[in-house]
């Protein structure tokens, strides 16, 4: 599977503790990446700024599903599964751009 266009939503919907520029600390789930451009597109893609966890996720159906919300849902609630503080402290989520 490769990436659905205009998706962006394991930029959005998982916590990522790494650093990423320009978010030092990481980001919580539910927060949009600041490196996700208006396209849905990564603007650090393939660069070594990349987080190691962005570079080693790769899309699948059972994660990504048939909709950006589909796939916001399934990733929010795996971050919920494995017991997230920055997620359950948010509640539910849905991505509304």
Known sequence: MECRPECGACCIAPSISSAIPG??????????????????????????????VCRDF???????GNTKQQ?????????????SPSLLSKGSMNETE
């Open 23 to 52: 978010m030092p600390n990481g980001k919580p789930a539910g927060e949009r990446c600041v490196q996700l451009l208006d396209d849905a597109r990564c603007a650090i893609f393939g660069s070594a700024e990349r987080p190691d």
């Open 58 to 64: 790769m899309p699948d159906i059972d994660i990504c």
């Open 71 to 83: 796939a916001i849902d399934t990733i929010s609630f795996l971050e919920v599964a494995t017991h």
